[in-house]
C-alpha cells in the first residue's frame, strides 16, 4: 500500500509504463551492436546522474562509452531518447517494486504494509539520483509530467482497493476515505523516501521502515497483529 504494489494483482491494476518501447529504435540485430547500445546507457546514465538532464551533452555521454558522436547516432536520434532508454532499463524496478513474497504466517496486514514500505524504500534508494533526474523532466516535459500523474493515479487507485478489502473485512476503520488516505499515504512515505536518499538526509532505513508502517496503522486505526 505505498508506490509499490500490495496484495494480488486483479483487473485494473495495471500501471501505464513511462516508456513505450515502440518510442525506441528497434534493438541492434548483432551481439557487438547490443553491447554498444548497452555501453551507451550506462554511460548516460553516469553523465545524467553526474550533470543533471539539463547540463549533461552527447559528446560527454559518447566519451564515457568510450565511442564517437557518430556511433551514437547509430542507436539513438537524441538526448531525450537516450533517456528514455536509460528509463526504461530502470523503471520496474525502480518505481514497481513489488512486495515481497511472505511466508504465511508473516503475511498480517502489518507485515504487508511494513514489508511494502521497505521494498518501496530499498528501490528507490538504489534509484534516487535518477529520481531526480525523472522530476527534472516532468517539470520541462508536459507530456511527460501527464504520465507520471497518471502513473501515480493507478498506484493509487490500486492502494485504495486494498484499503477498501480492509475496510471491508473490518481490520480498518470505515470512517476514512479509502481514495483519500490512500493519497495521502502514499505520498507520504514517496516524500520520506526523497528527502531521506535524493536529498541525502540518509536517514536509517530501519526507522523509516517503522515510522511509515506505524503512521499507516495509526491513519487507518489498524493494529500490529503479528
Known amino acids: 500500500m505505498t508506490n509499490g504494489s500490495r496484495g494480488r494483482r486483479r483487473r485494473g491494476d495495471e500501471i501505464p509504463a513511462l516508456v513505450e518501447s515502440s518510442s525506441l ?4 540485430s548483432t551481439a557487438r551492436g547490443a553491447r554498444t547500445r548497452a555501453a551507451l546507457v550506462a554511460a548516460a546514465r553516469v553523465v545524467f546522474e553526474r550533470d543533471g538532464y539539463f547540463g549533461s551533452r552527447l559528446t560527454d555521454i559518447s566519451a564515457e562509452a568510450n565511442c564517437s558522436t557518430g556511433s551514437f547516432y547509430t542507436y539513438f536520434t537524441s538526448k531525450d531518447e537516450i533517456l528514455l532508454a536509460v528509463i ?3 523503471q520496474h524496478d525502480m518505481l514497481h517494486p513489488g512486495t515481497p513474497h511472505l511466508a504465511p504466517e508473516d503475511s498480517s496486514p502489518a507485515a504487508v504494509i511494513e514489508a511494502s514500505n521497505r ?3 530499498e528501490a528507490y534508494r538504489r534509484h534516487a539520483k535518477l529520481m531526480l533526474i525523472l522530476d527534472q523532466l516532468a517539470a520541462s516535459n508536459a507530456e511527460f509530467r501527464e504520465l507520471r500523474r ?3 493515479k493507478a498506484f493509487a487507485d490500486r492502494n485504495a ?3 477498501k478489502d480492509l475496510q471491508d473485512k473490518g ?3 470505515t470512517d476514512v ?6 493519497r495521502a499515504l502514499s505520498g507520504m512515505v514517496s516524500r520520506m523516501a526523497f528527502y531521506s536518499f535524493a536529498m541525502e538526509e540518509n536517514y536509517p532505513l530501519g526507522t523509516l521502515v517503522e515510522t511509515t508502517t506505524k503512521l499507516w496503522l495509526n491513519a487507518l486505526n489498524m493494529t500490529d497483529d503479528r
Do not use: K, S, V
Open 161 to 163: 482497493r486494498a484499503i
Open 119 to 121: 521494498a518501496y524504500f
Open 171 to 173: 481490520l480498518a476503520d
Open 25 to 28: 529504435r528497434e534493438q541492434p
Open 177 to 182: 476515505d479509502a481514495g483519500m488516505a490512500a
Open 88 to 90: 526504461e532499463d530502470a
Open 150 to 152: 497518471r502513473r501515480g
